[in-house]
């Protein structure tokens, strides 16, 4: 059992940053690959990046084309918490975001092999 706990979302202006963060409580939270996915209104949940642990302070990070460039993800399993730093913010941007979390290494862009959610944090970024 993991239970997952998003915060950072708010309202930011075009061209902003936000940092959103996913503090994990359970077991096993090093061996689990961790995602951030989003879902505006009348879309469909959209991946965005993973991050697994590969042993030491060896990471591995992967990233959707609409992200690639401006989002940064990185965890810190000491402190049982994920981030996703969010740079040059667009209003395509607005969704809520939420936090994942799988068992597996492999599919990380697939929503449907994440085992825990988190409830979500909204991210507003006006014109």
């Known amino acids: 059992q993991v239970q997952l706990l998003e915060s950072g979302g708010g309202l930011v202006q075009a061209g902003g940053s936000l940092r959103l963060s996913c503090a994990a409580s359970?077991?096993?939270?090093?061996?689990?690959?961790m995602g951030w996915f989003r879902q505006a209104p009348g879309q469909e949940r959209e991946s965005l990046t993973a991050?697994?642990?590969?042993?030491?302070?060896?990471?591995?990070?992967y990233y959707a084309d609409s992200v690639k460039g401006r989002y940064t993800i990185s965890r810190d399993n000491a402190k049982n918490t994920v981030y996703l730093q969010m740079n040059s913010l667009k209003p395509e941007d607005t969704a809520v975001y939420y936090c994942?979390?799988?068992?597996?290494?492999?599919?990380?862009?697939?929503?449907?092999?994440?085992?825990?959610w988190g409830q979500g944090t909204q991210v507003t970024v006006s014109s």
């Open positions: 994942a979390a799988s068992a597996a290494r492999a599919g990380w862009d697939k929503g449907s092999q994440y085992d825990y």
């Open positions: 359970g077991r096993t939270f090093s061996g689990y690959t």
């Open positions: 991050i697994t642990w590969n042993g030491g302070n060896r990471y591995s990070a």
